[in-house]
């Protein structure tokens, strides 16, 4: 376990239906599970109030601002100065997410790419990280990232990754973190577990995309963050690193990554739920 004491659930969605119906109970659970830091993540700017009643009554969970590749046609006029305004809430910590989604197409491409420069311009302005969802889309999400780093340097994670070997080594050449989610159990994710083997150990984060992916043993459940120790064990075991070594490391990842957050303090957090 890391020297604070506790792992963290670099992604998840708290205000999503299979959550927010019993959020306290989800909390707790997680918190048992040594889960002491959780990160809710903004799809709609329409949802970003519900991300705000979530931050502000848990001192451990912070948040994003952002809108999903999904979500880009029908939130199209995004603003960079929205953003930047949005973000300016103590508790909200990264830019996102953003990225691009070829599986679904639920969005004309265009407006994804527009999104996701527009996201990537104000975590620049920011100085927060961007939160990248990619699917089949590995090279406009290369170009687009390279083009955007080559006007001024930012930071970011690309989350649940499931790309190819090319675009994490791209990604970590550029200075982003990746984030393993509890695909990496399912027992056909076989290219995944390989390119998992090769992250650095510093440049590597754990997730659960809660509700969604639940891992092994879980699977067919609603994912919570609870779950994101069970992934955790499975990465460890399959990167031949003591569990302890992984949660340490991608715990002091995620406060190096997301430089906002004053660590929670566990103690005083417990003393005042207990």
Do not use: W
């Not at 376990?1 to 119906?21: A, P, Q, R, T």
């Not at 399912?186 to 998992?196: G, V």
């Amino acid at each position: 376990m890391s020297h604070y004491g506790y792992i963290v659930d670099s992604h998840c969605h708290l205000n999503y239906k299979g959550l927010i119906e019993q959020q306290d109970d989800v909390i707790q659970r997680a918190r048992h599970a040594g889960v002491g830091c959780m990160l809710s993540i903004n799809t709609k700017l329409r949802e970003y109030d519900q991300i705000i009643d979530i931050i502000d009554k848990y001192d451990d969970i912070f948040g994003t601002v952002g809108i999903h590749p999904h979500e880009a046609e029908s939130e199209p006029d995004v603003a960079v100065a929205a953003l930047i305004e949005k973000s300016e809430h103590q508790k909200i910590v990264g830019i996102g997410e953003t990225g691009l989604d070829y599986y679904y197409d639920n969005a004309p491409r265009d407006m994804q790419r527009a999104n996701f420069r527009a996201h990537i311009n104000a975590a620049r302005d920011t100085g927060l990280p961007v939160i990248v969802h990619t699917r089949d889309a590995d090279d406009d999400c290369l170009e687009i990232l390279g083009e955007e780093m080559s006007k001024g340097a930012f930071t970011g994670v690309i989350h649940c990754f499931t790309a190819s070997q090319r675009l994490a080594d791209a990604c970590l050449d550029m200075g982003l973190y990746i984030s393993i989610s509890g695909i990496v159990t399912f027992k056909n994710a076989h290219s995944l577990q390989a390119t998992a083997k090769t992250i650095p150990l510093d440049r590597l984060l754990i997730e659960t995309d809660a509700p969604f992916l639940a891992p092994v043993p879980h699977r067919g459940k609603t994912g919570e963050p609870a779950f994101v120790a069970d992934t955790a064990h499975f990465l460890a075991d399959l990167r031949g690193e003591p569990f302890e070594t992984l949660g340490e490391s991608t715990t002091e990842n995620f406060f190096r990554l997301f430089s906002k957050i004053t660590p929670p303090n566990i103690a005083a957090r417990s003393k005042q739920t207990s």
